[in-house]
């Protein structure tokens, strides 16, 4: 008997578990909080990997589909000093591994790819508690409930299955971003937009740094990195937008006026988005009937790498309750000792990356590594 599967979040790893069990007939319902697929932005870009996230799609039968969504150009990166000088200028290689799409159209892809009803839109958790024999109550904010024999965890940082299986639970970085956004760039920015270029475009210092990408069309959509304590941000007004822009601003006097452009005349409102990490090498002891993928069971900084586990440990987990319909025990136990390596060396390479980005060498340290990466055969 095939197990019917329950699904918490409807994030990029959620879905590519629920496709890759469909592509097999086995059943889940994957329940999401958010209101609708559009109840809010879906982030901005994402470069999918060939050695994990387009694996993943592979495995969910859309890697022709996805290909349909890369944005040509978006591979393109750039380095600058803070002053606008260029010190790193690397051209689109749409050869490579790392094709660039936009998140939200992804996850559409993702979506559409499912049954009609497969996620269950509204659908906050409140409470899980273990009922035995694997099997385990789920209840909602809205009052009802569900009882599943095979709990998935795909809720993010915040995960309200992790409990199930660990104490763990996410800590402060000691660094924030700041998500801003520059519509039509070209025409109404041009300074701007020259400067960030055709893809990505960093500006960093140690402790700080202005990151944008170019999406579709014209689009600049920027994350400033600050290192700073929870504290100095919560001393920060975001519901006056300007005043925030220009305190955040204030962290990088005497930069050149294109890059501080990118906060100070955003189209939008500010957006501080704290970082969290899970210790690194975060695992649990086999508990019958659940499992994590993705941030809800690795957590770690962003360093281009998150979105591409999350697809990655679906697929994977979906391949294992396919092979294994009939004991998903042993699924899970294979699916889990093969995660748990993978999350810890994501984990440890993203400390490395935020060091470069951001630490005392920053940036001609990044520029070094990006430079004998290039010359490695």
């Given amino acids: 008997m095939h197990t019917p599967v329950t699904i918490i979040g409807a994030g990029l790893g959620g879905l590519t578990l629920a496709r890759v069990l469909h592509i097999h007939g086995i059943p889940a319902t994957v329940y999401e909080a958010e209101a609708s697929p559009t109840a809010r932005a879906q982030g901005g870009m994402l470069d999918i990997h060939d050695y994990n996230g387009q694996l993943a799609l592979q495995a969910a039968g859309l890697i022709d589909e996805f290909r349909g969504l ?19 200028d690397k051209a689109d290689d749409s050869t490579g591994g790392r094709p660039e799409v936009q998140r939200g159209e992804l996850r559409q892809l993702l979506l559409d790819s499912l049954p009609a009803g497969t ?22 904010a809205n009052g009802t409930t569900v009882v599943t024999s095979l709990l998935v965890g795909a809720d993010g940082a915040w995960s309200r299955v992790r409990p199930l299986l660990s104490d763990a639970a996410p800590e402060y970085v000691g660094r924030s971003f700041v998500e801003t956004w520059l519509f039509d760039s070209d025409t109404r920015r041009p300074a701007t937009a020259k400067a960030v270029g055709g893809g990505s475009m960093m500006a960093l210092a140690p402790g700080k740094g202005i990151q944008a990408h170019r999406e579709r069309g014209s689009t600049l959509h920027t994350y400033v990195a600050l290192t700073r304590p929870q504290d100095w941000f919560a001393a920060i007004d975001f519901t006056d937008a300007a005043a925030a822009a220009a305190r955040i601003a204030q962290e990088f006097d005497g930069w050149a006026p294109e890059l501080t452009a990118l906060i100070t005349d955003s189209d939008t409102a500010p957006v501080l988005r704290p970082l969290y990490e899970l210790p690194i090498g975060h695992r649990w002891e086999r508990v019958p009937g659940v499992t994590l993928l993705g941030d809800a069971a690795h957590l770690s900084a962003p360093n281009g790498e998150g979105a591409n586990l999350a697809m990655y440990d679906g697929a994977e987990l979906g391949k294992a309750i396919a092979a294994h319909p009939d004991d998903v025990e042993v699924a899970l136990t294979e699916y ?13 390479e993203g ?6 980005l951001f630490g005392d060498n920053a940036p001609h340290g990044l520029i070094t590594a990006f430079i004998e990466d290039e010359q490695t055969p």
Avoid at 77 to 82: A, D, S, T, Y
Avoid at 351 to 356: A, C
């Fill in 70 to 88: 890369i944005l040509e150009g978006r591979q393109a990166m750039r380095i600058l000093e803070r002053d606008g000088t260029v010190l790193f």
């Fill in 119 to 140: 996620v269950r839109w509204g659908h906050k958790v409140s409470g899980v508690r273990p009922l035995g024999e694997g099997r385990h109550e789920v209840t909602f």
């Fill in 336 to 348: 889990e000792q093969a995660m748990f390596p993978r999350g810890t060396k994501a984990a440890t």
């Fill in 351 to 356: 400390t490395q990356l935020h060091e470069l």
